[in-house]
């Protein structure tokens, strides 16, 4: 966050080893394999996409420890000082919404800052980098050959695993039969898991038993099945 002062702040994430392990199948395998190469990227960067809610924070976060890399986002680059951002001294950068429609000339100094020093970046947004912005030109066209790790839609096996993680942030347990029924009929969209968490702490049973469960569905207007 850029705060009136003017100052840019920077975010140096560290895992917790107590925290909960990411998820590395299905949906995730394939951007979690990327990040970890991050040595070999070609020219040191790469982007990550995916779908709103579908975990690029807390992958960002996982890149960031490993790299030793701050972190900042799109709306902080915007609100900073080109020459700001051109002093920063980071040795790797992570940029999560990094697709803020206002970011792109404060981005496109990051991204120079970056190549200058020798500096691995990975930048987060919702879609293919190509699209982020139309100006500067110099911005789209580095943008475009950027390579790209994507988070993939939500599998049957990662939804089941997520929507555990979401109840156990609202430290609700359930059943593996819940889960399971749960993740095989409701909505296929990240946005969804942690809707039916939700429900599930508002739904009488709170989804303990198939009942519950069904009824946990049909209050979001998903079928039950």
């Given amino acids: 966050m850029t705060p009136s002062g003017g100052q840019l702040f920077l975010d140096f994430p560290r895992i917790d080893p107590g925290q909960r392990p990411l998820i590395e199948t299905g949906a995730y395998a394939a ?23 579908a975990g690029k924070t807390r992958l960002l976060k996982f890149w960031a420890s490993d790299a030793n890399a701050a972190l900042v986002t799109g709306e902080a680059l915007a609100n900073a000082e080109i020459d700001e951002i051109a002093r920063l001294s980071v040795s790797a950068l992570a940029v999560d919404d990094a697709d803020h429609p206002a970011a792109g000339l404060g981005l496109l100094a990051a991204l120079n800052l970056c ?49 555990r993680e979401e109840c156990a942030l609202r430290h609700l347990i359930l059943s593996d039969e819940s889960v399971t029924y749960l993740a095989n009929r409701m909505e296929r969209s990240w946005q969804a898991v942690g809707q039916v968490a939700d429900q599930i702490e508002r739904t009488p049973g709170r989804a303990d038993g198939l009942r519950s469960a069904r009824a946990v569905l049909t209050a979001l207007g998903m079928d039950p099945g």
């Avoid at 691995?120 to 050959?145: E, K, M, N, Q």
């Fill in 31 to 53: 951007a979690l394999g990327a990040l970890r190469r991050w040595r070999h990227w070609p020219g040191r960067q790469m982007a990550l996409v995916g779908d709103a809610f």
């Fill in 115 to 163: 190549r200058d020093r020798g500096a691995p970046v990975l930048l987060a947004g919702r879609t293919h980098p190509a699209g982020w912005f139309t100006r500067p030109p110099d911005l789209r066209s580095r943008l475009a050959a950027m390579p790209v790790a994507q988070v993939e839609p939500p599998d049957d096996e990662t939804l089941a695993l997520r929507l």
